[in-house]
């Protein structure tokens, strides 16, 4: 019996050590870029959102919303509750616009995704 009890033991940290590590890859950060239809950004290549009228059209024929900093990098907007929730009615007055987003970011298979604290409108 103690060999069964130590293997569970030995699976019981492995769980806990991988449940550790994937809250270590969160991280808080405030990232300033574009709320774009994730659309256009991959399949037009474009680095903002071609008017507000267009990112608010695309956003309520059901297209994601997204984050696009000023590096180039896609943020995915996610709840941070569970049932999970969609983001673009929070997103919406920002379509299209430059904004200061503040939150915990996600990174995992080369996607990154934030739940955002704080959301407001940047200049320029």
Known sequence: MRPLAI??????MSVAMSVGQAR????HATIHGYVIDSSCTFTKDLKKP???ECA?????AGSPLVIQADNGTIYLPISGGQPASGQNDRLLPFAGT????????YE???SRAIVIEKLEAAGK
């Open 7 to 12: 293997a569970g033991l030995s699976v019981m």
């Open 24 to 27: 270590a890859a969160a991280k």
């Open 50 to 52: 071609v008017s507000p």
């Open 56 to 60: 608010v059209a695309c956003a309520r």
């Open 98 to 105: 430059r904004v200061s987003v503040t939150g915990t970011v």
């Open 108 to 110: 995992k298979g080369g």
